[in-house]
C-alpha cells in the first residue's frame, strides 16, 4: 500500500500569501464616502446657520445652562450610587424585611415617570406644608416651612437621584452577585466579618461590572436632567430652547445643544476607559502591569 | 491524654429533607494530622464546613479548641455567637478551598497580608515582611506582585495555604486541595503540606489523594453516605479494613 508523501521539501521553501481582507477596502471606501457627503452637505446647508451656532456655542446663557447640567447630572448620579448601592445591599439582606423594603422602593422608584415624581417633589409644599424633626406623634424639635427647603435645585436633585437610585440599585445589585461565592466564603475563612468583605472583597471586584452600565446611565442623566425644565429649573437643553423662543432660531441652538451634549458624552466616555482599565486589575486575559 | 483541639460528637446536618451528615463523631489531638476519605457526596466537605461554622450543625456538638463552634457558653445557658464573634473563631482555624478563592483584585502579596491588617490589625510593614517569609516557605517569594491569574493552579493553592497560615490558626483544613489541579501540579501543594505536618501542625485534610494519606496522617477516616463508617491509623485502614463498605472503596481507588 504507498500513501502519496506531500512534497514537503519543496512547500517549506514556497513564499505564503496572507489572506486578503477585501471586505475591508471596500467598508473603508463606502463609509468614507458616506462621511464626505453628510459632512459637506451639512457645512454647505446655509439653512444650518453655522454662524449663528457659533454666535450662541459659548454665549452666556447656554454655558450656564451647561454649568447646570454638569452639576445636576453629578449630584443625582452621586446620589443615586450612594442610595443605589444601600437599596442592592438591602435587597440581598437576610433580614427579610430589609430586603422587602429594598425591593419595595426599586418597584415604586422605577415604576413611576421620572416627570412625575419631579413635579411630586416640587409640590411637596402642596401635601406637606412643614417639615419637622421630632418624635412622631410626639413634641417637634425643630420645623421649617417646606417651600424654604423644596427649590427647583434640590427638587430636580431629590427628583433625578431618588429614580434613578432605583435603577443603580439593580446595577449594583448584579454586580454583587457576579462575584462568586468562594470570594465571600475566603474572607469568612480569615475571620472578616460580612461588613468587611464586602467592602474589601466584594465591592471592589463588583466595580468591574457596575461601572460600564453606570457610564450608561450617567450619559443618560445628562440628557434625562433636561425633564426639569417642567420645574422651572434651567440646564442645557432648557437654555437653548428659551434662545430659540426668543430668535426663532430652533435649528441652530439645538446644534449648539448637541455639540455640548457630545462633548460631554466624550469625556465621560475617556473617564470611563481609564476607570475600566484601572478596575481589570488581576482579571485573566488583560496584561496588567505587575506592581512591586 | 491531651484535650482534642477538635471534638465532633453525633455530627448531623440537613439541607431540608436531605440529611448529608448522620452521627459524625471524631477527634483531632493537636499536633495530629487526620485524613477524610470517601467517595464524592459522602458529605466530607460538609464536616470540614461545619468544623469553621460555614455550615451550622442541625444536630450534635462540635469543638474546637474546648470552645463550642457556634455558641458561648456563660454560666448554664449557651448563647448562639453573634457574626463578629463566629468571625474572630474563624480567624484561629485556617481553611484551603479546592477551588483556591484568592482574592483575584489583589496579587499574592496582597492576599497573605489581606487577614493579618485587617482583622488582626498588624503593622502592614511587620505583616508584609512576615507574608514575604511564608511566600518563601511556600516557594513563591518571587511571584509575591502576580495576580491569581497570572499564577497555575499549583501556585494560586500554595498562596492560599500561605494566606490561611499568614493567621497563625491553631487548626488547618484542607477542603480536597488538590481536586482541581493537573496532575504535574499536585506534587507541588501535596509537598507544602508535608511540611507542615512534619512542623507539627494539627491538620484535617478532606482528600482523594491515598498516597498522601498513607503517608502523612496520623488517622484516616472513611465516610459513606454521610456516616463516619471507620477511623484508624493509615497503615490498618488500607492493609486491614474491617467494613465492607471501606474494602469496596479502596478496591476502586488503589486499583
Excluded at chain 1, 229 to 248: K, W
Amino acid at each position: 500500500m504507498t500513501v502519496a508523501t506531500p512534497p514537503r521539501t519543496q512547500e517549506q521553501d514556497l513564499p505564503v500569501v496572507p489572506v486578503r481582507h477585501g471586505g475591508r477596502w471596500v467598508a473603508a471606501a463606502a463609509i468614507a464616502v458616506l462621511v464626505v457627503w453628510v459632512v459637506g452637505s451639512m457645512a454647505s446647508n446655509e439653512r444650518f446657520q453655522w454662524d449663528v451656532v457659533g454666535e450662541y456655542l459659548f454665549s452666556e446663557q447656554i454655558l450656564r445652562g451647561l454649568g447646570n447640567t454638569v452639576l445636576l447630572t453629578f449630584c443625582a448620579m452621586l446620589l443615586a450610587s450612594v442610595l443605589g448601592t444601600i437599596v442592592a445591599i438591602g435587597r440581598l439582606s437576610e433580614n427579610p424585611i430589609v430586603s422587602r423594603a429594598a425591593w419595595t422602593y426599586a418597584w415604586l422608584f422605577r415604576g413611576t415617570p421620572a416627570i412625575v415624581q419631579l413635579l411630586f417633589w416640587f409640590f411637596l409644599a402642596a401635601l406637606v406644608p412643614t417639615l419637622g424633626f421630632g418624635i412622631p406623634f410626639g413634641p417637634t424639635f425643630f420645623q421649617v416651612d417646606t417651600n424654604t427647603v423644596i427649590s427647583a435645585f434640590t427638587a430636580a436633585i431629590l427628583g433625578l437621584g431618588l429614580n434613578e437610585a432605583a435603577y443603580t440599585s439593580e446595577i449594583v445589585r448584579s454586580g454583587l452577585l457576579s462575584v462568586p461565592a468562594g470570594q465571600r466564603e475566603a474572607a469568612k475563612s480569615i475571620g472578616m466579618t460580612s461588613g468587611q468583605s464586602l467592602r474589601r472583597i466584594v465591592l471592589p471586584q463588583a466595580l468591574r461590572v457596575i461601572v460600564p452600565p453606570m457610564g450608561n446611565e450617567t450619559i443618560g442623566m445628562l440628557k434625562t436632567s433636561s425633564l426639569v425644565i417642567v420645574i422651572g429649573f434651567t440646564e442645557l437643553m432648557t437654555s437653548a430652547s428659551q434662545i430659540y423662543s426668543r430668535n426663532y432660531q430652533t435649528i441652530p441652538l439645538l446644534v449648539v445643544a448637541a455639540i455640548w451634549y457630545l462633548a460631554l458624552t466624550a469625556v465621560l466616555s475617556i473617564g470611563q476607559y481609564f476607570l475600566e482599565k484601572r478596575l481589570s486589575r488581576g482579571v485573566a486575559g488583560q496584561r496588567t502591569v505587575v506592581a512591586k | 491524654m491531651n484535650e482534642p483541639l477538635l471534638r465532633a460528637v453525633g455530627v448531623s446536618k440537613s439541607f431540608g429533607a436531605h440529611e448529608v451528615l448522620t452521627d459524625v463523631s471524631l477527634t483531632v489531638a493537636p499536633g495530629e494530622v487526620s485524613c477524610i476519605i470517601g467517595p464524592s457526596g459522602s458529605g466530607k466537605s460538609t464536616f470540614l464546613r461545619c468544623v469553621n461554622h460555614l455550615e451550622k450543625v442541625s444536630g450534635g456538638q462540635l469543638w474546637v479548641d474546648g470552645e463550642r463552634v457556634g455558641y458561648r457558653r456563660k454560666g448554664d445557658k449557651l448563647y448562639e455567637l453573634r457574626e463578629h464573634e463566629t468571625a474572630k473563631r474563624r480567624a484561629d482555624i485556617g481553611m484551603v478551598f479546592q477551588q483556591f478563592n484568592l482574592f483575584a483584585h489583589k496579587t499574592a502579596l496582597e492576599n497573605v497580608i489581606e487577614g493579618p491588617v485587617v482583622v488582626r490589625r498588624r503593622d502592614k510593614r511587620q505583616a508584609t515582611e512576615r507574608a514575604m517569609a511564608l511566600l518563601e516557605r511556600v516557594g513563591l517569594a518571587d511571584r509575591a506582585g502576580h495576580y491569581p491569574s497570572q499564577l497555575s493552579g499549583g501556585q494560586q493553592q500554595r498562596v492560599a495555604i500561605a494566606r490561611a497560615l499568614a493567621m497563625e490558626p491553631k487548626l488547618m483544613l484542607f477542603d480536597e486541595p488538590t481536586s482541581a489541579l493537573d496532575p504535574e501540579l499536585v506534587g507541588e501543594v501535596l509537598d507544602v503540606m508535608k511540611d507542615l505536618a512534619r512542623e507539627g501542625m494539627t491538620m484535617l485534610v478532606v482528600t482523594h489523594e491515598m498516597g498522601f494519606a498513607r503517608e502523612v496522617a496520623d488517622t484516616v477516616h472513611f465516610m459513606a453516605d454521610g456516616r463516619l463508617v471507620e477511623s484508624a491509623a493509615p497503615a490498618e485502614l488500607f492493609g486491614n479494613p474491617r467494613h465492607e463498605r471501606t474494602r469496596g472503596f479502596l478496591s476502586k481507588v488503589l486499583a
